[in-house]
């Protein structure tokens, strides 16, 4: 079992700058892949970024240039720095870690809202 706690959720104003993590733990932790999705409401849920143990990135298209995603194999965690925030960033984040190609565990969610 993994369990995975987030923080650094919350309110900022267009063009401001936000910093989650997340940490992972658990019982034979073996981790393959770290991310994070969003879902805003009435939209489809979107992998925002991930981050393989080999250090492959890959970035939605709506996110590229402003947000960068790093971590702490040590630590097992996972961050995703926000810049240049905008509304149509505003979601909530999950942070997602990837044991296997298909075992994905999900974090509970931290709330972003971008508005002034």
């Known amino acids: 079992q993994v369990q995975l706690v987030e923080s650094g959720g919350g309110l900022v104003q267009p063009g401001g700058s936000l910093r989650l993590s997340c940490a992972a733990s658990?019982?034979?932790?073996?981790?393959?892949?770290m991310g994070w999705s969003r879902q805003a409401p009435g939209k489809q849920r979107e992998l925002v970024a991930a981050?393989?143990?080999?250090?492959?990135?890959n970035y939605a298209d709506s996110v590229k240039g402003r947000f960068t995603i790093s971590r702490d194999t040590v630590k097992n965690t996972v961050y995703l720095q926000m810049n240049s925030l905008k509304p149509e960033d505003t979601a909530v984040y999950y942070c997602?870690?990837?044991?296997?190609?298909?075992?994905?565990?999900w974090g509970q969610g931290t709330q972003v809202t971008v508005s002034s």
């Open positions: 997602n870690v990837w044991t296997s190609v298909t075992a994905i565990y």
């Open positions: 658990g019982s034979a932790l073996s981790i393959y892949r």
């Open positions: 981050i393989t143990l080999g250090s492959s990135i």
